[in-house]
T-cell receptor
């Protein structure tokens, strides 16, 4: 009974490299959310996706960040040309539906460190 | 832009006491409210949600909602050291908007 699976759990990149974070939602869930958490900060919404569609990307930085949730396979959050300020924990969550009854189930997070 | 405000704490209570965590939100139209708990280095986990004005109880936890005051609270009765964590208040439309969280420490 797998929950939300994220990998890698820890990722170290040098400035200018690319980071790819993957998220497999819970079985039966078609809604995926990405959040970023900086040290001593709360969770900041980045993007909400359904299969093959970006529903809301209002929290995504305009440059270097992109997300996808293909028909087959996990959702991917991609950060190009990483900078030190990208160092954070990136959490993926999934839900079975949209709307006020939606309970989010979180993965364990991917912790990105940019050297 | 929805905003959720929480006292960052830390809130320190002795074991067995009642811990009271508070949250205010900016959007008067918000309909549903969630409390998540996050242990250090771990992912958030849902404790309770509440939609209607008043109180909702689940074991040692009680959520309180006052839509007129745009105020949500979480009471933890008989606090245990294992309750020591950061508590995140969140408002839901179709995505969750979180407050920064309140760090709770329960002292044995």
């Amino acid at each position: 009974n797998a929950g939300v699976m994220q990998n890698p759990r820890h990722l170290v990149r040098r400035r200018g490299q690319e980071a790819r974070l993957r998220c497999s939602p819970m079985k039966g869930h078609s809604h995926v959310y990405w959040y970023r958490q900086l040290p001593e900060e709360g969770l900041k919404f980045m993007v909400y996706l359904q299969k093959e569609n970006i529903i809301d990307e209002s929290g995504m930085p305009k440059e270097r960040f992109s997300a996808e949730f293909p028909k087959e396979g996990p959702s991917i959050l991609r950060i190009q040309q990483v900078v030190r300020g990208d160092s954070a924990a990136y959490f993926c969550a999934s839900s079975a539906d949209r709307g006020r009854t939606g309970e989010l189930f979180f993965g364990e997070g991917s912790r990105l460190t940019v050297l | 832009q929805k905003e959720v405000e929480q006292n960052s704490g830390p809130l320190s209570v002795p074991e067995g006491a009642i811990a009271s965590l508070n949250c205010t939100y900016s959007d008067r139209g918000s309909q549903s409210f969630f409390w998540y708990r996050q242990y250090s280095g771990k992912s958030p986990e849902l404790i309770m949600f509440i939609y209607s004005n008043g109180d909702k109880e689940d074991g040692r936890f009680t959520a309180q909602l006052n839509k007129a005051s745009q105020y949500v609270s979480l009471l933890i009765r008989d606090s245990q050291p294992s309750d020591s964590a950061t508590y995140l208040c969140a408002v839901n439309d179709y995505k969750l908007t979180f407050g920064k969280g309140t760090l709770l420490t329960v002292n044995p």
